[in-house]
């Protein structure tokens, strides 16, 4: 890192012609599929549920043979020639990025010839557990979990463990509230198997704990972003991410900080001033509309000023597959 040029996205990339695995994505990007259990989860209408399940043989037949054949990857491949212009000032010590995954260096080979020392495989939430636990619980699916791939192996800590016991939990309450069991969830919206101070309710450990174990499945083939790897080593922010950060001396009073920090926030929009430009927006995370209407009809209503541009084109790849999908 460090040198200004032209970053040319397929021949710079550590694989180019010398990984054994065809494609830009490694791991490939899988083939899109249809999940029923993922669309039912997202519909809370009964009559939704019945359309979807309705559809549902239609979408598995189409996208079973569109993955059959590797068609419709979930990430497509940049187009042959992509560069981007890396135009930035010279780091002052030019390096080697490194990733880490709780705490050990990363190495990723795609063949004999292609080692990689930043990108990573596969990251599994599995992988997080504490992998020197000693004291487990014989009904809890985090200690039982079986790892059936080599990568489910548990090598987190007890930071790692708690920070994905934190994520899923979050995950089980969303879900536990679209069963809408009223014993586990109370008229506030409280699931009362999660809440820490109150036994859970008849079934629901048991629910809870299948749903803990799906997701852990699930996520066998999670693949990290560039974005995130870049996050897992201190160095990389030592050495590169530091000059992102305006360096200077700070004028602002603390009165004008406050004001800042008040505007960042959305709960925080009644303590703006009546005068201040953003304060009509403080409606929309208060009653979930804009002058009265919801936000769909607000941004398409002529005079809005959310309204699209008419020179940007409302265009995407694919588009005509997610429209017959969308009439199916």
Known sequence: MGECREYRFWEDD???EKGSTPGFWYPPSPPAKYGLTRAWSGNEDAIARVLTTATAPVLYVVTLATSAFKLFRVNADPPKGWTVRVDAPPLDEPFEPEALRYGRRTNVSD??????????GNDPPAAARDAEKLEKKADDPYDNYAAE?????????????????????AVLRMRARRVGDPSWVDKDGNVIGEDGKSVAPEGYEQWRNKQVTQILDAGRTNNPTNHSTIM???MHAEKALAYDVAIGLCYLTPEQLTELRIEADWRLGEGLEDEHPN???????????????????WIASKDSE??????????REGEFFLKVGGIV
Not at 111 to 120: I, K, L, R
Not at 306 to 315: G, M, Q, S, T
């Open 111 to 120: 063949g004999p010839h292609a080692t990689s020392v930043f990108n990573e």
């Open 232 to 234: 897992t080593n201190p």
């Open 149 to 169: 791939e080599e990568a489910q192996q548990a090598i987190g800590n007890v930071e790692s463990e708690a920070s994905q016991r934190y994520e899923d939990h």
């Open 14 to 16: 550590w694989r180019y």
């Open 279 to 297: 304060k009509q927006y403080t409606t929309y995370f208060a009653m979930g509309k804009m002058k009265g209407e919801f936000l769909s009809d």
């Open 306 to 315: 959310a309204r699209r541009p008419e020179k940007i084109a409302d265009e």
